[in-house]
């Protein structure tokens, strides 16, 4: 026996969900479980089966922070600072231009 894991995905634009798992002696046999068992109500337009053995997992070392590279993270705070001081300028030397001109 083989152990699946069920993927289902509605129709439209979203995604691959996980709805499951089932074992089977092979793949057909996995097919035609996961149809009586996840989607005789309609719950997905699209099925996906993945045998569990073809799985590649990541490992919490594999998974662990990077802390030899420095990574950014940008919430957009530094270009908006950096936006605002420009407007600050640009509306400085405006104002100055338009002093010099009277």
């Given at each position: 026996?083989?152990?699946?894991?069920?993927?289902?995905?509605?129709?439209?634009?979203?995604?691959?969900?996980?709805?499951?798992?089932?074992?089977?002696?092979?793949?057909?046999?996995?097919?035609?479980?996961?149809?009586?068992?996840?989607?005789r109500?309609?719950?997905?337009?699209?099925?996906?089966?993945?045998?569990?053995?073809?799985?590649?997992?990541?490992?919490?070392?594999?998974?662990?922070?990077?802390?030899d590279?420095?990574?950014?993270?940008?919430?957009?705070?530094?270009?908006?600072?950096?936006?605002?001081?420009?407007?600050?300028?640009?509306?400085?030397?405006?104002?100055?231009?338009?002093?010099?001109?009277?």
């Amino acid at each position: 026996m083989k152990t699946y894991e069920v993927f289902l995905k509605k129709a439209g634009k979203d995604e691959f969900r996980h709805a499951g798992a089932l074992d089977a002696p092979d793949d057909d046999m996995a097919r035609l479980l996961a149809r009586e068992s996840y989607v005789r109500r309609g719950e997905g337009a699209q099925m996906w089966l993945v045998a569990r053995s073809n799985i590649i997992e990541g490992d919490e070392e594999f998974l662990s922070p990077n802390f030899d590279k420095p990574h950014r993270h940008n919430d957009g705070s530094n270009i908006a600072a950096r936006r605002k001081r420009k407007r600050a300028e640009t509306d400085q030397s405006q104002t100055n231009s338009s002093e010099t001109n009277l």
